[in-house]
């Protein structure tokens, strides 16, 4: 092993140490899948030294990979188990795409801007991970010809839950979004799927994700916003 990558593991650790089991996060499917994804290979090289940085980075498009917290905060909130099958809308680099991937059987993961279903593609394709594919769309539709999902997760803020989601959860199954009526700015909602037509909500903390653009969300980017990062 060369000394940066050893560096790297060793920053990865105290990643989740640090900003993940501190702050009270404990399912041990997470925190080892925290520990095995090597975050720098989902960022460009000039943001590899930050990469386990407790914030969100850049990447293109006016784009961001999560901050590693509020991916594993997200993860766990699913309670998955092994043989689940997920859906992520928003792939962008891949990275929680890859987490999911290590707890897991499955995942499907959406991604409306094509720069980064290739970018997704080759950082996951760098890694051999093989239960993961990434589909070129709409996620405010889901992804209809893989459901139902036992778990659905999505990394962009969007003013509603889409129906179309709703309706491709399993029975007993779980969704994990951000929901606001301002554009980057939400509180993350939980919603099961009790029964055909009965969901519970849960309305948790407060997060700032990129928006969640499509039929089912907002209509269109408000560019103020990009100034942002
Ligand atoms: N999960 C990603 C990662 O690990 O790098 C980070 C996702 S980033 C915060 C949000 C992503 O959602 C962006 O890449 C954005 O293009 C995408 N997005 C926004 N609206 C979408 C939609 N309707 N369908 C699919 N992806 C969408």
Known sequence: MTLPEQDMEQQREQMVSRQIEQRGLRDPAVLAAMRAVPREAFVSES??????DDGPLP???GQTISQPYVVALMVEMLHLK???RVL?????SGYAAAVLSRIVAEVHTVERIEQLVDFARQNLSGLDYENVQVHHGD????WPDQAPYDGIIVAAGGPKIPAALKKQLVIGGRLVMPVGSEQRAQRLVRLTRVEENEYDRENLSHVRFVPLIGQQAWEKENRKWLDFF
Do not use: K, M, V, W
């Open 88 to 92: 992520e809308i928003g792939t962008g």
């Open 139 to 142: 996620g405010s539709l889901g």
């Open 59 to 61: 990447i293109a498009e």
């Open 47 to 52: 943001h590899r030294q930050f990469a386990y």
């Open 82 to 84: 092994p043989q689940d």
